[in-house]
């Protein structure tokens, strides 16, 4: 597709079940970026990927969080027994894989956890 | 001290106005400086960049860096109602991983 591609837009849940957010970056970037947005708030960083590896976990807040990219392309951030405090907007970018590149989002999937 | 800081506003201009979004950061070691702009309930997207210290200019966006000073500026000309929206600055050092800040809100009043 031409740009980040996300789904799903909206996810509810119950607290304790566990959640899958897709993304799909723009073909040819490698670099791919997860980012969470509570409400009113900026961005938090939470993981990236050069190709399949992840060199920088630091901003994942937990061990519930995890994220995987397989095949260079499609990325799955899956939160494991979901609090409340999980409930916000979780942004995913991609951008061309050199330093410095400007990063490019997708429109978000918005997590309720009831 | 945050790594990227931006005054969150709300900053209220009058249409026809010029708008001065003011960002600092940190690390001095910092090469590419992103002003980004996100409407309510939309994801963020690419408004300047800038590299080198000094002005650049796009349309009725000007983006200012100041390395020795650590601070990084977009002024919108003749602002508009649609510019009303939340401005996040953006800061790499110079690998993969680029720092937000919290964004500064901006009301352009008709």
């Known amino acids: 597709g031409a740009g980040v591609s996300q789904s799903p837009s909206n996810k509810v849940t119950e607290k304790g079940k566990d959640v899958e957010l897709r993304c799909d970056p723009i073909?040819?970037?490698?670099?791919l970026y997860w980012y969470r947005q509570s409400l009113g708030q900026g961005l938090e960083f939470l993981i990236y990927f050069q190709g399949n590896s992840a060199p920088d976990k630091s901003g994942l807040p937990s061990d519930r969080f995890s994220a995987e990219r397989t095949g260079g392309s499609v990325s799955t951030l899956t939160i494991q027994r979901t609090q409340q405090e999980d409930s916000a907007v979780y942004l995913c970018?991609?951008?061309?894989?050199?330093?410095?590149?400007?990063?490019?989002f997708g429109a978000g999937t918005r997590l309720s956890v009831l | 001290q945050k790594e990227v800081e931006q005054n969150s506003g709300p900053l209220s201009v009058p249409e026809g106005a010029i708008a001065s979004l003011n960002c600092t950061y940190s690390d001095r070691g910092s090469q590419s400086f992103f002003w980004y702009r996100q409407y309510s309930g939309k994801s963020p997207e690419l408004i300047m960049f800038?590299?080198?210290?000094g002005d650049k200019e796009d349309g009725r966006f000007t983006a200012q860096l100041n390395k020795a000073s650590q601070y990084v500026s977009l002024l919108i000309r003749d602002s508009q109602p649609s510019d009303s929206a939340t401005y996040l600055c953006a800061v790499n050092t110079g690998g993969f991983k680029t720092i937000f800040g919290a964004g500064t809100r901006l009301f352009v009043k008709a």
């Open positions: 800038i590299y080198s210290n």
């Open positions: 970018a991609s951008s061309l894989g050199r330093s410095g590149n400007i990063q490019y």
């Open positions: 073909s040819g970037h490698t670099a």
